[in-house]
């Protein structure tokens, strides 16, 4: 499957402050599927690093009230772009991100307070019928690939690995 992936969970230090947040789960991901790193604020036009940003009724602020919206705005149509470009199946997208978040964000206070809401890329991402995962629900794509890519089973190299790396006996044709 090829799946849209958040860059900072594959360890780009594209993040505010200039660092990664690489995941083991998420890197594992890459031995049976195809990943696509990005970043929608980067692709936004935002450096890296930047202040940090919130959503805040409906627009984007940072820490010092600069409006960022437009920039956030442009990552998440290239997000969606790119996936249908690509034919991404799925996003898998780091937590609470103004950008990536799904189901909960910060509050727009930057008192580290979250609130229930999406980033605007899982939203736009998730509006157009691309599925999307947080990155906290990665075990969802982890499981057993057999019977969805190749019914191969103990003859696929993925399949292989995967059962290998998890100590598991082959699925049953
Ligand atoms: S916008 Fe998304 S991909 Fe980019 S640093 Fe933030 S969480 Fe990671």
Same mark, same amino acid.
């Given at each position: 499957?090829?799946?849209?992936?958040?860059?900072?969970?594959?360890?780009?230090?594209?993040?505010?402050?200039?660092?990664?947040?690489?995941?083991?789960?998420?890197?594992?991901?890459?031995?049976?599927?195809?990943?696509?790193?990005?970043?929608?604020?980067?692709? +936004?036009?935002?450096?890296?690093?930047?202040?940090?940003?919130?959503?805040?009724? +409906?627009?984007?602020?940072?820490?010092? +009230?600069?409006?960022?919206?437009?920039?956030?705005?442009?990552?998440?149509?290239?997000?969606?772009?790119?996936?249908?470009?690509?034919?991404?199946?799925?996003?898998?997208?780091?937590?609470?991100?103004?950008?990536?978040?799904?189901?909960?964000?910060?509050?727009?206070?930057?008192?580290?307070?979250?609130?229930?809401?999406?980033?605007?890329?899982?939203?736009?991402?998730?509006?157009?019928?691309?599925?999307?995962?947080?990155?906290?629900?990665?075990?969802?794509?982890?499981?057993?690939?057999?019977?969805?890519?190749?019914?191969?089973?103990?003859?696929?190299?993925?399949?292989?690995?995967?059962?290998?790396?998890?100590?598991?006996?082959?699925?049953?044709?």
């Amino acid at each position: 499957m090829k799946i849209l992936v958040s860059a900072c969970l594959l360890g780009t230090a594209c993040r505010y402050d200039g660092s990664a947040f690489p995941n083991e789960a998420v890197l594992e991901l890459a031995r049976v599927h195809t990943l696509v790193p990005f970043c929608p604020e980067v692709y +936004g036009g935002l450096p890296t690093p930047r202040e940090p940003a919130e959503i805040c009724g +409906g627009r984007v602020l940072t820490r010092s +009230g600069a409006d960022v919206t437009k920039q956030y705005e442009k990552g998440a149509a290239e997000a969606l772009r790119l996936a249908r470009l690509l034919r991404c199946e799925c996003a898998l997208l780091q937590d609470r991100s103004p950008s990536c978040g799904i189901g909960v964000v910060h509050d727009g206070s930057f008192t580290d307070t979250l609130t229930p809401g999406d980033g605007l890329t899982a939203k736009k991402l998730s509006e157009h019928g691309v599925r999307v995962l947080p990155a906290s629900r990665v075990a969802e794509l982890s499981a057993c690939p057999c019977d969805k890519r190749c019914q191969r089973h103990g003859d696929c190299e993925a399949c292989r690995l995967y059962h290998q790396r998890h100590g598991r006996p082959f699925c049953e044709r």
